[in-house]
């Protein structure tokens, strides 16, 4: 977890590369906190992904499993997110569930790759869950939702 403080944060992405054997961790969101988190594990020698548009581990706070940044307003606020991410020293962020133009404006003003999930085709790189395109929807929430970027089999 790395909700409580910055540093339980850096000493649970510690445990998860020396344990885990993982390479870097993928924080959700980019308020003050999340920033100051993504800065102190950058400066501690571990690599950050960041994560901004429909963040499933706040999805609640979003108003559940929906498209993001669909007006002016929360697409420049989108834009915003992934430059301070990128000047807090992430090294990619993941952009998810918001409009093409979205995906691709925010790709064309920020240094760092983008990996677009459902956030259209300009992108620097692109993901398909795999729960999402096999309809493996445990959660009820997610069973209310069929992302339109998914063809379901």
């Not at 959700?28 to 400066?43: H, I």
């Not at 697409?75 to 992934?82: E, G, S, T």
Request: proline residues 3%; aromatic residues 6%; hydrophobic residues 40%.
């Amino acid at each position: 977890s790395y909700e409580v403080s910055t540093q339980e944060a850096q000493r649970n992405a510690y445990r998860l590369l020396k344990e885990g054997g993982m390479e870097a961790v993928k924080l959700e969101g980019a308020d003050t906190q999340r920033l100051r988190t993504v800065e102190t594990l950058v400066k501690g020698g571990i690599a950050v992904m960041g994560h901004i548009g429909l963040t499933p581990q706040s999805y609640s706070t979003l108003g559940g499993f929906r498209a993001q940044g669909r007006n002016a307003k929360q697409a420049v606020d989108l834009i915003r997110q992934a430059k301070l991410l990128e000047m807090a020293g992430a090294f990619a962020t993941v952009i998810e569930c918001v409009p093409d133009e979205v995906g691709m404006i925010v790709t064309e003003e920020i240094n760092i790759p983008t990996i677009g999930i459902g956030a259209g085709g300009y992108t620097s790189g692109q993901v398909l869950v795999y729960h999402d395109l096999l309809g493996m929807m445990q959660h009820p929430h997610h069973a209310k939702v069929s992302p339109k970027f998914c063809k379901q089999f």
